[in-house]
């Protein structure tokens, strides 16, 4: 998608690394920082005219030899540590990796600064999946599936955070977008603690627009810090195949850019991470290259300026909420 640099006031951004594969039993996700620097993230981003610094890759706290909550600790409280300074230096973090597990790390760094500041803090995840299983419900005993629910305060994650940790995240100031793919046990945990849940039919119904923007409207409400996690399996494998559990069905190409480009306008997102690129799985670099240009959009890239209209303006904006 080629488009000129906005002309928005430009950011700080810190480019963290977490090349972290413990979280999953598919080998190839801890490729994925690599792949996105080659496929050229730093200087798509600096072309938008913002200060890009490239902070390297996180290294775990103690060597990560074996799988499960143990190895994926290690990791997230090094990644914890980073997000954290990077907030405090008043720049904006992007953790790429590796597989979701990490955001494990970003969002309790995260969670550290918005509790020190006194803000409340909302989380956008844009997953095929729900994450939310605990060891109790997950079928594969895989972490990448469990990190909301571990954010959330579900029991099953002994000496996960650091000391002294944060008060949870509250389930009701989380939202799945894209949801497609979900497991029994998380998915009473999902409707038991109230989290909310755009879905795949809703968009098929509604499109984005609609739902995306009563979420943004309800964070700008709040005056919450907005964290989004960007799943590459949220799109269709069609699309970005380098991936390790693809589910069909995800958003389209378009889709996603108009969702990026909505975020952007809104002027509320304060953190990122972008997960499960796996470019052992890819075709020729396609994926990398796909999540090189969402960022760019979420960060400013468009066709032309354009003014942002008041809600009461856009039309189709009616949809009654799934």
Do not use: K, Y
């Not at 960022?295 to 066709?303: E, M």
């Amino acid at each position: 998608m080629t488009s000129e640099a906005t002309s928005d006031p430009a950011c700080r951004i810190a480019l963290i690394g977490v090349p972290i594969e413990v979280g999953t039993s598919e080998p190839g996700a801890l490729m994925g920082p690599a792949a996105l620097r080659t496929a050229g993230l730093v200087r798509a981003l600096s072309d938008l005219g913002h200060a890009v610094t490239d902070h390297g890759d996180v290294v775990p706290d103690e060597p990560a030899e074996s799988r499960g909550l143990a190895a994926v600790t290690a990791w997230s409280r090094a990644l914890s540590r980073a997000v954290l300074a990077a907030l405090e230096a008043g720049a904006l973090p992007l953790a790429v990796g590796g597989d979701h597990s990490l955001s494990l790390g970003s969002i309790d760094g995260v969670m550290r600064h918005c509790a020190s500041q006194g803000r409340p803090l909302f989380v956008l995840w844009l997953d095929a999946h729900a994450d939310f299983n605990t060891p109790e419900t997950s079928p594969s005993g895989n972490v990448h599936g469990m990190p909301l629910a571990a954010l959330c305060g579900e029991p099953g994650f002994p000496r996960l955070f650091a000391e002294p940790a944060p008060p949870p995240l509250a389930p009701s100031h989380v939202h799945l977008f894209g949801l497609r793919s979900i497991d029994a046990g998380e998915r009473a945990l999902v409707t038991a603690r109230r989290v909310g849940v755009t879905d795949m039919r809703t968009i098929d119904e509604f499109g984005v627009v609609a739902p995306l923007r009563r979420v943004l409207d309800g964070v700008s409400a709040l005056g919450a810090h907005l964290h989004v996690s960007l799943d590459i399996d949220f799109l269709d494998p069609s699309i970005a195949p380098g991936v390790g559990t693809t589910v069909p069905g995800g958003a389209t190409f378009r889709e996603a850019h108009l969702i990026m480009e909505m975020l952007h306008d809104s002027g509320l997102v304060r953190s990122l991470d972008v997960v499960e690129l796996n470019p052992f799985l890819d075709e020729r670099g396609r994926s990398a290259r796909v999540l090189v240009e969402l960022v760019a959009s979420l960060f400013g890239r468009r066709i032309l300026d354009r003014p942002t209209l008041p809600v009461e303006a856009v039309p189709g904006d009616t949809a009654e909420r799934a």
